[in-house]
């Protein structure tokens, strides 16, 4: 071919020409040209499109004839196949650039409308690209040849179905890429005509079928804009293709959300729209299938089907619509309301709100009211079912028919159906969903103003669910309100009167800050599910119902108003302010709050002085007064943000700056300056006012109220430096709450420090306290005690506690010590003190550094510490660290030589409140204090013997017992308390599988020992002052019997609280405990807990014995006295236990004490929502602790536990067997049978059970129970 014959720059004749044409490429070398002289120009870029557009009409098949000679060895997909070294380059490049040519000169050169016919190399060369279109690895190559045969198939050229096929293909590969785009999708749509144009009869067409399919299965193809569209076309393309897209729908439906149901539900309407003959019998057909789906199968698919059929519930009431739902719904509906499954009759109950009415068009009028009559009837019918969800669910059904047919329903049959709900299913008593589904659902009826006239004689009907013991009930009422009060005709009033919703609305504020006080102060607003609504959430919607009734007057109003309300009903005002929310503005609420504030300053003046009438009445009023201007002002508080929230006490928020101006007007501290000079009058009333009129202020800016916060700091410092009288506990917390909202606390409490540290010093030195010390401990009391205070002060101060409860520790250690050495060397006669001078102080003291000690250890990262600034050393006489309480310790005259123990523990691993409970059960329970307990015992020993006890005027040469002995036993049950405490919080620990934890248990154990051998010392020696009252072991009892109880109640783990229980009911006697209610008391609650719990049962059949249920109560006591049972306790024990187990379900059916004929009385554990709370068996295989226990023989079990059994769990070398936590759980049925395990099970659960140890030191108890079955969990346990 001549050069002439094109123009330039077509007039190319080998590769590198046609790459130049293409410079544009990114593939190949940029095109530069040339000037005339040979030097090198400006390189620049083509435009084909543009030139192509030039070139005249005969030059075109010149053109891709010349492109075919340059480029036709080049176009072949098995040159390009394969990684970059294997792939020639050049094809790629020169592919590339036949495609740029390709793409410009079909958009640019092409025109159905002048020449249909397409230039026959260019057919050629296209065909070329689409045989290999699918194999050319770079996607700007493929997307060009693409988009070339698209421009051929939308326009009608000749030939152009041959290129279908490749189009089609192309696009649906982009449409299942993991990246696709709603863009692929409408590129798609645009060309589906063409899918119509296949041969659906070939057997090529497999694979694009399958290609279909898959997009069908696709959600992010499917919620795409013309996804249903797309499938519609699936659906209709050709019949013998409907089916196969069904089945693969029907296999996707049940794992789709709800938009991608709704989507394939469309498309299933616009096929059967669209279809004719054949394929709208096929598309019918699976329509059945959805319907049969919807009524026969479990809830979740039938869920997903109902909502695929959404789109033809919502148009039936189109002519047509509803011919085809009578059709698939006439035969199988009203008979699935009769079925014996009552899966099937919820499902069908809840097609009925949407099918309802279905009646077919043929049908005449009176065939039409008969037909109609018959379905309320079902629905009827279904009201009484037997199973509750099924009522629960033709409740909403109905309600939602009343609502949208209200006017065309016969009205005896609408008085008949309100009946049923009134009478029967508001009043259900097994079935609060079925209640709050009769308030939710007339609040939907309410929705059509036509029911308002009957509703007004319905609702005063339903006013007890207002006081219905669920909160779901109450929460669905208080909501129904809210719609009446919507309703013009309507008034809430006229069937609920304002005094039982502000009743009901104190009593909700009050159940709720129980629920929140119980799981550990969560905050209020938790997000909550519908069905799981909470106190909170009712005095949410009770406060959304009465707030207008106050904040829609003018403020003269709204003061009245609330005036009222403090008078007659001040719990319930403060619970509406409290839940204002997003209720109000926070304007509105500053704006009140500033009036009253006014408003009521003369109130407060004339409680204070008692000058006018009424005074005796009014500082109650003023006190609420001032609460609730308390809390109006925090609730108008702007919350500071997460950038400026640095330290927990200066994270106070700020008023909108447009109310400060306003605020700070009304509430001026020279108004209210007069209250704060009274305070120092030292009047009750003046103080109780002071204190409510601090908690008023505390949202204020303290730089606005200068003389206030100075009074606070300096009534705070004195305080804690011991200037003043003692205050109040509660005087205390208002002092402590205002400092650490306003950020003037951390001065105050250097003070406290300081004296706490210096009282440490003189404790040590068994020298008296200074009369400071009892202020410094109320203050830190205070301190710990109130969870806001706290949580700011731990983090700043963490050192220096910690140096507290150090220095007291080992003040406690050298002082006891001490006493020990005094107490042997006493041989005056006088009463010795053992705990010192200030013996009184000293379990005060203990619990407090016990509280801090724990406090540290769970609220404080462990990283805290570290980087911040040591604090200067506190002035003390002594450094509490620089002496070692061992060299305290003096050797003692006789049975008391020893020497004192190694208080400082050598694990590093063990936590403060660890260190500090071992480091003062280890001197209080080892070394010196056993053998002080032993000569006192050799004494009452000897005086049993003589026969008489000996009075201390003649113990004049012996041993003589501590006059603080009550003091002693004291802090001993103080630091018990402490060790239970720190069983119940170690399971918030990672590590489960703790070492230190047998020797706790250990320490524990002995303590309990030494307590009980002390009150026995104690009452053998009749000591003459005794704040116990007599008998001290009776007192220990109640104390140790109330450390059982919140074992049990905390769901401690179940060989814990057994065995704990075993060794208290061994202590009962004659006399211990002094009554009766004390040993029921913790029996009864012991049971209740653990019924269920086979060691439980265990333990109560050893004390029992075998028992014939016909005899009676003297009987079995005779009987179990002659067959020597297992365990030897008192008989007041065992006559306690048989009296106890007939009101036990599961103790009387396991141990035989209730005929099977006589009625059960299970004693339950009511909890707020009136739910029963029982302890479930989670124990390791009880079949083989039975038989284990069985074949230890009667010996073992009746056998006390001895102390020194418990030292292997302190071995680090043998894990704790009784460090497993969860052990047990509530619930409120008896435990499954346990089948047989044999070993291959056994080796599989072992597996499991590695597994989850191994999430467990990950991930806690959340990684451990999402990983493992409630076998595999209980056998990690019992690996452990």
Known sequence: MERGLLPSPFDFTDVEGLLHLTASNPLTATGVEETADGEEGIAHAIDLAAEVKTLPMHAHELLWQQVLAVADGHLSAERLVGNEDEMDMTSARVVHAVAQLLDAFSKGALDSSKNMKLPDSFTRCATLCQEMLLSIPNGHTQALIASALEWICVHDFEGREDFYGGVLMFLIGKCLSPKIAAAD?????????????????HETI?????????????????????????????YTVHPGFTSEVHSTIKSQAASSRPNTLRAYGLGLFKAWKLSQAGTRVQVESCLQDWVSLALKTARRSADSARALLEEFHRHHHEEEVNELLCRLYGPLLWRSLKVANSQVRENAAKLLQYA?????????????????????RLIRDALEDPNEPVRRVTVSALCVILKNYWEMLPTSEIAELLTVLMNQCARDKKAPMVRAAVAEGLSWVLENVLSHPTMGAVLPNLTDLLNDRSPIVRAAFVKLLQVVSQCRVLNVNNFVNHEQLLLRLASEHTEGQAERLQKGGCKKGAAAGEMRATADNVAQQLAKLLAPSIFSQDIVQQVERCKYLMQKWPLALLALLSHLGDITLPSDRVKLAAAL?????????GAVSGSSSGAEGQPQGVATMLRVVGVLLEGGVAEPTKKNKKKVA?????????????????????????????????SVVSHRILDDLFFALTPLDPARLPQTAELVRHELTMVCRGGAALASPQRLTVLLRTAVRWNILDGCLEAAWERLLAASGRLKQRQSSTDDTENAVAVVEATIRDPEVRSAVLPQH????????????????????????ELGQTTNGREPLLLGPSWSLWPRVLGLVVRIALHLEYRVASSADQGRKPLKQLEDKQDPADENPQSDVHIMDGALETQAPDIHMKSSDTGRAEKTLEQLGHVLADGVSIKALEAFEAVVATSLSTGSAVPPAKRSKGIVLPQDIDTVLQVYMRLLESFNAANFLSVLKRNASNSCEGAALLIARELEECLWRWAAIADSLASRNNDLDLPRLGHVWVSIGRMLQQMAHTEAPTPYVVEAARRLWLRVDETTPAQDADLRRVMHALFSCMQFEPQLVQLVASIIGPQNPAETLPQQLTTAK?????????????????????????????????????????EQTQTLDGSNRQRLLATPTPQKSGAGAAAAGPEVLSRPVRTSELRGFACPDSPSRLSGRSWSVRSRSPPPPMPDVTDEEMDDLQLSALMIQSNWERGGVEGCMMSCTWKAATCAVFFA
């Open 185 to 201: 999708v409408n590129r798609l749509w645009k060309v589906s005509d063409l899918l119509s144009e296949l041969d659906w009869e």
């Open 650 to 682: 200066s994270s106070r928020g700020k008023l909108p700056k447009e109310l400060e101006k306003f605020v700070y007007q009304h509430i001026c501290e020279e108004d209210f300056m007069h209250l704060l000079r009274a305070s120092h009058e030292g």
């Open 356 to 376: 309802f009415p279905l009646l077919p068009k043929e049908l005449g009028v009176a065939d039409r009211e008969q037909e109609l009559n018959k379905q309320l």
């Open 597 to 605: 504030f006014r408003y009521g300053l003369r109130d407060v003046t």
């Open 1122 to 1162: 002659g067959d020597a049972p297992l365990l030897e306790v008192h008989p007041r024990v065992r006559s306690m236990v048989l009296t106890l187990i007939p009101s036990f379900r599961n103790l009387s059916e396991r141990l035989g004490s209730k005929d099977h004929g006589e009625p059960e009385h299970a």
């Open 206 to 234: 497999n694979s694009l079928k399958m290609q279909l399919l898959l997009c069908a299965r696709s959600h992010t193809f499917m919620r795409s804009q013309h996804g249903p569209d797309l499938l519609c076309l699936f």
């Open 798 to 821: 963490a050192t220096v506690l910690t140096q507290i409860v150090q220095s007291v520790s080992d003040a406690f250690c050298v002082s006891w010590s001490k006493g020990l050495t």
